[in-house]
T-cell receptor, first 113, second 110 residues
Framework: DTAVSQTPKYLVTQMGNDKSIKCEQNLGHDTMYWYKQDSKKFLKIMFSYNNKELIINETVPNRFSPKSPDKAHLNLHINSLELGDSAVYFC????????????FGQGTRLTVV | DAKTTQPNSMESNEEEPVHLPCNHSTISGTDYIHWYRQLPSQGPEYVIHGLTSNVNNRMASLAIAEDRKSSTLILHRATLRDAAVYYCILRRGSQGNLIFGKGTKLSVKP
């Protein structure tokens, strides 16, 4: 069983489109995250979310929005895609405590053409 | 978020020990030291974490300086599969977000 799963694994789309990436965790964790890894391999946190609070990295454009239908899912919606959005996006989950490990999905490679 | 400093890259020979250093001179009392690694084309994976005492698990050991301003991840016998980028991260207080730096790219030679 995959602990954190993301779909799709690859996504190629045109500029201006709206797309979503889905993330599900089966670990019973209370907190989920989205990270972006750009071409220089730098991993940057975009959002962290639990059932109480959404914390947004202030550098993330408001075209990006996380949506959580339930505790096990945190989907990433991206409106009006731009070339610079091309990257690998990772979903992760953990308990909201510093003493436990986080689990990451395998990533979604988004290419905007 | 407290900052960590790691060498950009290191090399090791297969089956030899590897010591990956990390400096975190601005660490606070509530910061846990976490290590993650990212294998090529994969998501990051947890390696080990600690607060003050040295820690061992099946993957690695973590040696933490007495003043907590530095730590060292020890891979006892490097394998080719250990080639990855290793990230040293301070995970703080109530929020606990993982903020990644640039990490150390470890190459393992046969």
């Amino acid at each position: 069983d995959t602990a954190v799963s993301q779909t799709p694994k690859y996504l190629v789309t045109q500029m201006g489109n709206d797309k979503s990436i889905k993330c599900e965790q089966n670990l019973g964790h209370d907190t989920m995250y989205w990270y972006k890894q750009d071409s220089k391999k730098f991993l940057k946190i975009m959002f962290s979310y639990n059932n109480k609070e959404l914390i947004i990295n202030e550098t993330v454009p408001n075209r990006f929005s996380p949506k959580s239908p339930d505790k096990a899912h945190l989907n990433l919606h991206i409106n009006s895609l731009e070339l610079g959005d091309s990257a690998v996006y990772f979903c992760a989950s953990s308990q909201q405590t510093v003493t436990t490990e986080a689990f990451f999905g395998q990533g979604t490679r988004l290419t905007v053409v | 978020d407290a900052k960590t400093t790691q060498p950009n890259s290191m090399e090791s020979n297969e089956e030899e020990p590897v010591h990956l250093p990390c400096n975190h001179s601005t660490i606070s009392g509530t910061d846990y030291i976490h290590w993650y690694r990212q294998l090529p084309s994969q998501g990051p994976e947890y390696v080990i974490h600690g607060l003050t005492s040295n820690v061992n698990n099946r993957m690695a050991s973590l040696a933490i300086a007495e003043d907590r301003k530095s730590s060292t991840l020890i891979l006892h016998r490097a394998t080719l599969r250990d080639a990855a980028v290793y990230y040293c991260i301070l995970r703080r207080g109530s929020q606990g977000n993982l903020i990644f730096g640039k990490g150390t790219k470890l190459s393992v030679k046969p």
